[in-house]
């Protein structure tokens, strides 16, 4: 059964980096886009960032530019989200989910994805 796996989230203190990853089992994601959620305590999941199924564009919400890099290795199977400068907002269970043949990220709260990951715990505190 194809399924995404997320890996890399742990405590961390403010200010500090963190690279979470997502793996296809069963699925090759050459052919996806593949988007980062987040949910925190008490909140609604929220978009974090993007990359189109080529790797040749990503796209990052407002909260995390600058901070986040998004990027896909179709050898390894796996999306990276590299996040720096980590803040105490920036805590929340993680998610990547995956969508095929997307180009342009710019909308990517708003597609119909076919595979969602378990989620990774991201905590940021001293």
């Known amino acids: 059964q194809a399924q995404l796996v997320e890996s890399g989230g742990g405590l961390v203190e403010p200010g500090g980096s963190l690279t979470l990853t997502c793996t296809g089992l069963g699925v090759s994601l050459e052919s996806y886009a593949v988007s980062w959620f987040r949910q925190a305590p008490g909140k609604e999941r929220e978009g974090v960032s993007c990359?189109?199924?080529?790797?040749?564009?990503?796209y990052h919400v407002d909260s995390v530019k600058s901070r986040f890099i998004v990027s896909k290795d179709n050898a390894k199977n796996t999306v990276y989200l590299r996040m720096s400068n980590l803040k105490s907002e920036d805590t929340a269970v993680y998610y990547c989910?995956?969508?095929?043949?997307?180009?342009?990220?710019?909308?990517?709260?708003?597609?119909?994805?076919?595979?969602w990951g378990q989620g990774t715990e991201v905590i940021v505190s001293s």
């Open positions: 990359v189109n199924y080529r790797d040749t564009s990503s």
């Open positions: 989910a995956a969508v095929q043949k997307v180009i342009y990220c710019k909308d990517f709260e708003t597609f119909d994805y076919a595979f």
